[in-house]
């Protein structure tokens, strides 16, 4: 591939796909090195006019792009490669942030040598924040994974894994963000069953996840030796920590996430 930006194609500009474009724009990267496109003209007036990129086909796309960033849905992956896999010119590099599809899949629906590497990404990225685990797919070199690592590191944290990761890399921090809202929701609720505005309670919970979270990154501890430092003899903590062991709390956790990697597996198996 050429040195120097190269020309990103998002194909589907979404929740992600949008992520990936603003993310890239506050890194610097050129307004004119960016295409998008999108099904639904009124979309495509929206991503246009927010970014200023150009809005296109599909097929001006993967001509004009080097580098295809595929943020379809997984259900819709198969329709867009028939349309464009096998017009994809040669030297392209594409990108799949699909969950649950191998890189295979894509593999067989491209000219032969195409290289593709998959990635998993989160929505933190809006705030740069992002975790992102790449993996290298057939024939995507050391180079395509570094030209990925540079699209996505302005994003948050980058990772490389093995392919075979990357279903359980989709439960945990695909879906990750999801699980610490829904644990959020729950504590402000508890906070309003203990009288307090439903603000209050927000503001208290928002900040003692930042602020954990900014621990757990930061102190290098494990998070065993964290909560045992909140955990007091005799005190309000382990009686919190009893009830969520007596609810099962870890065990939920634990049959969750192995239920969002086989959803992913699902996706794979599921995928036309
Ligand atoms: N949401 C998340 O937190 C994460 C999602 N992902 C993955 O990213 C991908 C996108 O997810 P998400 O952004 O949430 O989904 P969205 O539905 O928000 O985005 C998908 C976009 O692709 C468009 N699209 C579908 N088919 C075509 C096509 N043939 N040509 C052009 N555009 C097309 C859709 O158009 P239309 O609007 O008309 O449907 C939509 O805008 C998925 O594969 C998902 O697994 C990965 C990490 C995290
Ligand atoms: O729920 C999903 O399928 C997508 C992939 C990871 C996060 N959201």
């Known amino acids: 591939m050429s040195t120097g930006v190269h020309t990103v194609a998002v194909i589907g500009a979404g929740k992600i796909g949008e992520l990936m474009l603003s993310g890239l724009l506050r890194s610097g990267w050129p307004a004119d090195r960016l295409l998008a496109t999108t099904r639904r003209p009124e979309r495509a007036e929206e991503i246009a006019t927010r970014y200023g990129v150009r809005v296109v086909d599909n097929l001006t796309a993967v001509?004009?792009?080097?580098?295809?960033?595929?943020?379809?849905?997984?259900?819709?992956?198969?329709?867009?490669?028939?349309?464009?896999?096998?017009?994809?010119?040669?030297?392209?590099?594409?990108?799949?942030?699909?969950?649950?599809?191998?890189?295979g899949f894509f593999s067989r629906r491209l000219p032969?040598?195409?290289?593709?590497?998959?990635?998993?990404?989160?929505?933190?990225?809006?705030?740069?924040?992002?975790?992102?685990?790449?993996?290298?797919?057939?024939?995507?070199?050391?180079?395509?994974?570094?030209?990925?690592?540079?699209?996505?590191?302005?994003?948050?944290?980058?990772?490389?894994?093995?392919?075979?990761?990357?279903?359980?890399?989709t439960a945990l921090s695909g879906s990750g963000p999801a699980y610490f809202y829904l644990l959020v929701e729950a504590m402000v609720d508890a906070g309003i069953l203990l009288g307090l505005p439903r603000q209050v309670a927000h503001e208290l919970i928002v900040q003692t996840a930042i602020g954990s979270a900014v621990m757990l990154r930061d102190s290098g501890e494990h998070p065993v030796k964290l909560r045992e430092a909140v955990t007091s003899p005799a005190g309000t903590t382990i009686s919190a920590v009893?009830?969520?062991?007596?609810?099962?709390?870890?065990?939920?956790?634990?049959?969750?996430?192995?239920?969002?990697?086989?959803?992913?597996?699902?996706?794979a198996a599921q995928a036309t």
């Open 63 to 103: 001509r004009d792009a080097e580098v295809l960033a595929i943020s379809v849905k997984p259900q819709d992956a198969g329709v867009l490669l028939d349309e464009v896999g096998p017009r994809i010119p040669d030297g392209k590099l594409v990108i799949s942030l699909c969950a649950g599809l191998p890189t």
């Open 242 to 267: 009893r009830e969520l062991e007596k609810h099962g709390v870890r065990a939920a956790l634990l049959a969750a996430l192995e239920a969002a990697r086989d959803r992913a597996r699902e996706l």
């Open 112 to 169: 032969a040598g195409t290289p593709v590497v998959r990635v998993m990404t989160n929505t933190p990225a809006l705030v740069d924040q992002a975790m992102t685990a790449i993996s290298a797919g057939a024939h995507a070199t050391g180079e395509h994974l570094a030209l990925a690592e540079e699209m996505f590191k302005p994003l948050g944290a980058t990772i490389r894994v093995p392919e075979s990761q990357q279903d359980a890399v």
